[in-house]
């Protein structure tokens, strides 16, 4: 196996967190808000 | 209002990070939404299973995990993007290189073997410590540190990085760059 240098690991966990961040930025999508809302409470009717 | 919240508004803190998660496995958003929706059905119905006191994110994380792989094993083929719906999705940033490089690092991540690629999304992207993704995987820490770095190096090679600075689409400018530099002087001559 390669031994890599600390700058290409850097450079890799750079650009893990620009891909998996370009995924969180996007935030709570509706769905789950409103699911989450009806499991909580069966009575809210939840759109 | 309902007694649990708390648990609630926990679940969904985790949700944005759970999604990048199952996308990073599955390779497809509606994929991925479904399998998030089942992780938080599943540990709902299961609260009490969760040990108060420990990390319900790394909860939410296994349970997911092991949704994806119960169904991967059922199905047969692991990652997919057969509509694009990944790269497609990639509307929000702004600038062309920031999407070309995202697409074509997601693509070399799908080319490592299952086991790396998570544990390298879980220490490097989820922010999980050796010993929680040691937990979320059911292996041992070793394991998980050795997958890490097979992951990083199979994915040097996969990039061709030799340098830090040698990544990502721009590389391929820098290279014609090189190359027309070097060309003969004097060759229009």
């Known amino acids: 196996m390669v031994n890599l240098g600390p700058d290409i690991k850097a450079k890799i966990g750079m650009q893990l967190r620009l891909m998996y961040g370009e995924v969180v930025d996007r935030g709570v999508p509706d769905r789950f808000v409103q699911m989450l809302k009806r499991l909580d409470d069966p009575n809210c009717e939840g759109r | ?189």
């Open chain 2, 1 to 189: 209002m309902g007694l649990r919240k708390n648990v609630r508004e926990v679940m969904l803190e985790a949700v944005p990070s759970l999604r990048a998660f199952a996308i990073s496995l599955c390779g497809n958003v509606d994929r991925a939404d479904d399998l998030v929706q089942e992780t938080l059905l599943r540990a709902w119905g299961n609260m009490g299973s969760f040990q108060p006191g420990t990390n319900m994110s790394a909860w939410l994380f296994t349970i997911l995990r092991n949704l994806f792989r119960s169904e991967y094993r059922k199905r047969r083929r692991e990652v997919e993007d057969v509509d694009g719906s990944y790269a497609e999705s990639l509307t929000s940033l702004p600038e062309q290189n920031s999407r070309l490089e995202i697409v074509e690092f997601r693509d070399a991540l799908t080319l490592l073997p299952s086991e790396q690629r998570e544990s390298l999304i879980l220490v490097g992207a989820s922010g999980f410590s050796y010993e929680e993704a040691a937990q979320i995987c059911g292996c041992a820490v070793g394991t998980i540190k050795s997958r890490v770095n097979r992951a990083r190096s199979r994915l040097a090679e996969i990039l061709s990085i030799d340098r830090a600075c040698d990544f990502g689409p721009n590389r391929k400018l820098a290279r014609s760059q090189i190359r027309i530099s070097s060309a003969p002087i004097g060759l229009d001559r």
